[in-house]
T-cell receptor, first 115, second 113 residues
């Protein structure tokens, strides 16, 4: 079964540094998502992306965050100047379409640790 | 705003016991409902989903869930659990025409041999 892949599995970064988390969605999927889970808290929606544009973003997704699909396969999340509170597990997901009846497929996640 | 509540944060039970995990959501419109499972060290996997039709849905690995609209609930059940069902279970909801998922806090299930 095709999978969403995320790299790296664990990223350790100094506070204030930029970090890029990478995702390769399933090849025929058109909608892409980032979620995060701070330790001990709920999985939270960050952003959805379609047709090279953000289609929805949460209030968490402020100016420090950006997403990009630099080529036909990768989908990246960039945090410009990391803060301690950005430490979390970040999950990428993709779906064929955006309507709710198509489930999202998730990657294994990237654990981001900010020092 | 939507919210999703999972009643139990941690459940411990023996093999062959029955499992029921509660999930309630607060949204009055049309919703789609999901249960995801995360086995240790693995990614979130879809167990089952409800969009419309029969409110009793069957998923993989012997799981089922019942949508009760009047109670805004979507409880997950399995009649007889196995040790391999040890995992974290997440209820999730989205509005009919929007992709973003709203997750519950998750329930850690530990099945002892």
């Amino acid at each position: 079964e095709p999978e969403v892949t995320q790299t790296p599995s664990h990223q350790v970064t100094q506070m204030g540094q930029e970090v890029i988390l990478r995702c390769v969605p399933i090849s025929n999927h058109l909608y892409f998502y980032w979620y995060r889970q701070i330790l001990g808290q709920k999985v939270e929606f960050l952003v959805s992306f379609y047709n090279n544009e953000i289609s929805e973003k949460s209030e968490i997704f402020d100016d420090q965050f950006s997403v990009e699909r630099p080529d036909g396969s990768n989908f990246t999340l960039k945090i410009r100047s990391t803060k301690l509170e950005d430490s979390a597990m970040y999950f990428c997901a993709s779906s064929v379409v955006e309507t709710g009846d198509q489930p999202q497929h998730f990657g294994d996640g990237t654990r981001l640790s900010i020092l | 705003a939507q919210s999703v509540s999972q009643h139990n944060h941690h459940v411990i039970l023996s093999e062959a016991a029955s499992l029921e995990l509660g999930c309630n959501y607060s949204y009055g419109g049309t919703v789609n409902l999901f249960w995801y499972v995360q086995y240790p060290g693995q990614h979130l996997q879809l167990l089952l989903k409800y969009f419309s039709g029969d409110p009793l849905v069957k998923g993989i690995k012997g799981f089922e869930a019942e949508f009760i609209k009047s109670k805004f609930s979507f409880n997950l059940r399995k009649p007889s659990v196995q040790w391999s069902d040890t995992a974290e279970y997440f209820c999730a909801v989205n509005e009919d025409s929007w992709g973003k998922l709203q997750f519950g806090a998750g329930t850690q299930v530990v099945v002892t041999p």
